[in-house]
Antibody, heavy 115, light 108 residues
Framework: EVQLVESGGGLVKSGGSLRLSCVAS????????MSWVRQAPGKGLEWVGR??????????DYGAPVKGRFTISRDDSKNTLFLQMNSLKTEDTAVYYC??????WGQGTLVTVSS | SYELTQPPSVSVSPGQTAKITCSGD??????AYWYQQKSGQAPVLVIY???KRPSEIPERFSGSSSGTMATLTLSGAQVEDEGDYYC???????????FGGGTKLTVL
């Protein structure tokens, strides 16, 4: 069974930092392109960014609103994906989903940024 | 910046056919993916690579793409199909992906 379990969400003040983790199981994590997607309360889905597999260069790409503030990384030895979020803004408040490939989604973790 | 455009809402009677469109300049060169999201739940992939359907998705879901428009079709929509639907694709470089704004499907 494919499983993605996010953790690390919570309440943080504007300007602060937070690190999200996502532990994957049930599929070939090493060869998967992994992404983060977020959803602000009552709003649509927003692509945060992606890290390719090591065999594809492990390169990262980010959406414009988070570029320069967020960093995606992966630890293939632990089947774990990370999202380091710095200089957080109130508009970063959202449920953050970890996504494996295009079809494996976690249940999400809520990040709330207060002013 | 690149955008994918969807209608905000679509309504259909039970048993009728619903079509949800997604327009984007890069769609002639990039695949479209479709997700269904029900309230309080994570999204579920219903169509990938324009027209392929995951094995667990009912046959009434189908997808197509022509030119700059991708279309999700529900043939014989059911009340349980209500929810938000999002298209997903990449820009022409392939480096950046994005979602459409979402379409709320109402079946009543």
């Amino acid at each position: 069974e494919v499983q993605l379990v996010e953790s690390g969400g919570g309440l943080v003040k504007s300007g602060g930092s937070l690190r999200l983790s996502c532990v994957a199981s049930g599929f070939n994590f090493i060869n998967a392109w992994m992404s983060w997607v977020r959803q602000a309360p009552g709003k649509g889905l927003e692509w945060v960014g992606r890290v390719k597999s090591k065999s594809d260069g492990a390169t990262t790409d980010y959406g414009a609103p988070v570029k320069g503030r967020f960093t995606i990384s992966r630890d293939d030895s632990k089947n774990t994906l990370f999202l380091q979020m710095n200089s957080l803004k109130t508009e970063d408040t959202a449920v953050y989903y970890c996504v494996g490939g295009v079809d494996a989604w976690g249940q999400g973790t809520l990040v709330t940024v207060s002013s | 910046s690149y955008e994918l455009t969807q209608p905000p809402s679509v309504s259909v009677s039970p048993g009728q056919t619903a079509k949800i469109t997604c327009s984007g300049d890069a769609l002639p060169k990039k695949y479209a993916y479709w997700y269904q999201q029900k309230s309080g739940q994570a999204p579920v992939l219903v169509i990938y690579e324009d027209s392929k359907r995951p094995s667990e998705i009912p046959e009434r879901f189908s997808g197509s793409s022509s030119g700059t428009m991708a279309t999700l079709t529900l043939s014989g929509a059911q009340v349980e199909d209500e929810g938000d639907y999002y298209c997903f694709s990449a820009d022409s470089s392939g480096d950046h992906s994005m979602f459409g704004g979402g379409t709320k499907l109402t079946v009543l």
